[in-house]
Each structure stands twice: as C-alpha cells, then as structure tokens.
C-alpha cells in the first residue's frame, strides 16, 4: 500500500474558480512513484508538475495521464527534461494516457512519439 497525497492548484477569488483546475495525485509503491494528474498542463500548472517530477523516488515513475484535457508546448517541456533526468539516473518514466487524448495527439504533433513509452491505461503495467 502506497502514501498518496494531492496537490491541488486552482485560482481562486471570492470562492470562484478562474483558471483550471489542475490536480496531482501522489502515490508513493514499490518499485516507484504514480503520479496521476488531472485537468490542464499549461504555463501555469507546469511548473507544479515539474516539482512534482522531480521529487519521485524508486525505480519507475509512472505518470498517469488520463484525466488531462489540454497540454500546451510548457507541458510538453516539462516531460521531454522529466525523462531525461529519470534516465540518466537509471530509471524509467512511462505515460498513461489513451491513443485519442489530448496528450497523446500533442505527443505526436510535435514529433515525439518515439522519446516516450505510452500505455493506454496504469493496468497494462504488469
């Protein structure tokens, strides 16, 4: 059984929302770190999920990227460094997300597709 926490980000002003709503959800397991992510990746958020990155421990990082609706260029930057810092130590960093995301057809537009191991859901983990 893993520790989870959350870490939330939403811009708020007299108890309304202005930005996104943008969440990571932390689970600390053998062999290593899930990050589960919620909402949109953008020059706001990207930074949260970079601290984020970098705080993982153990030997696989799984970022599971299901629950994100948009990712822009500041996203895409934080995961192309997120991998090459988890490889050069040694470990390994696989996405989450399904084939007709938005993360996904962004990976591909940009011309990533071969930098990044995607599974389509955290169960064809085994």
Known sequence: MGVSSVLPLAICESNHVIGP????????????????????????????????????????VVLDLSDVTFI?????????????????SGRSLVLCASADSAVVRTIR?????????VVPNVDDLS
């Open 21 to 60: 709503t943008f969440e990571i959800e932390v689970v600390e397991s053998e062999p290593g770190t899930r990050l589960v992510v919620r909402g949109e990746i953008d020059i706001q958020s990207a930074p949260q999920l970079d601290e984020a990155l970098s705080n993982t421990a153990g030997d696989a």
């Open 109 to 117: 537009l940009a011309g990533l597709t071969s930098d990044f191991e």
């Open 72 to 88: 822009d260029s500041s996203g895409l930057r934080v995961l192309v460094m997120a991998r090459t810092r988890i490889d050069s």
